[in-house]
């Protein structure tokens, strides 16, 4: 009788591990953006992924040049990022394998409400970065090499500027919640996503206004790819490549489209093929 019940608790142990590893192996890791998090979409968005496709995912928000950087080392087994030519180019050099868009929003001028370099309304990026030049007015980089950082720099060049090292343009080295807290402290211009701005903006009382928009310069599309596991073998594919499914599915695309802001403000507008 003894034999028999060591038997069984051998058994019920044996089980309980099967199902413990089992469990450990829906883990997954994402190397995405600061917007992405900072907007609230991942709190609101990750449960439903968890629940529909049985995939727990961890997230590590960084800006999206460091998110490529964690991918290509194998350190994350899928990305959500925000920086398409360079997404493209690494899946053609192998890095990454079954890249889809997802998403999109805008990137948007904030600044001070007194406007001292008489952006407002302007609908072109780079006359709106001329004038801040000319005026030398305080203007706030996250200097991260994020996809935002990125997308800066490129007005920058368009206007045929360098501002760096100039004493009113300051690199934080921050993600984007950061950067617009330093931003309002400093009574600075800066980019952002939409998405972002309109989650902190009244959380955080920013006291800025949105001063110039709806250049097609400032369109942000975010992309969704797994790590190549032919690159790194350990990397969790069969998993990453069920949270990608989700993602350009029909119900996640719904899911993404239903992420409001308080004022029932669509932040991420859902465009996967």
Known sequence: MRLFRNVIWLVVMLSMLSVSTAAAGTRIRCASTTST???????????????????KVDVVAVGTGAALEIGKRGDADVLFVHAKDDELRLVEEGW????????????????????PADIKGLTSAVEAFRKINSMKTSFVSRGDNSGTNRKE?????ETGVNPKGDKWYLEVGQGMGKTLRIADEKRAYTLTDRGTWLALKERE???????????????????????????????????A????????????????GGFRDSHGNQLFHPDAE
Request: hydrophobic share 45%; glycine share 8%; aromatic share 12%.
């Open 205 to 239: 009382k920013l006291d800025m206004k949105i001063l110039a928009e709806g250049d097609i310069m400032l369109f942000n599309q975010y992309g969704v790819m797994a790590v190549n596991p032919k690159r790194q073998p350990h990397v969790k594919y069969a998993e």
């Open 153 to 157: 720099l490129k007005i920058w060049e």
């Open 241 to 256: 490549m069920k949270f990608i499914n989700f993602l350009i599915s029909e119900k996640g695309q719904k899911a993404i």
């Open 96 to 115: 990454f394998v079954n890249r889809h868009d997802v998403m999109y929003n805008d990137f948007v001028i904030v600044g001070p409400p007194g406007d």
């Open 37 to 55: 998090q900072n907007s609230g979409l991942f709190e609101y968005l990750l449960p439903i992924v968890e629940r529909e496709t049985g995939v």
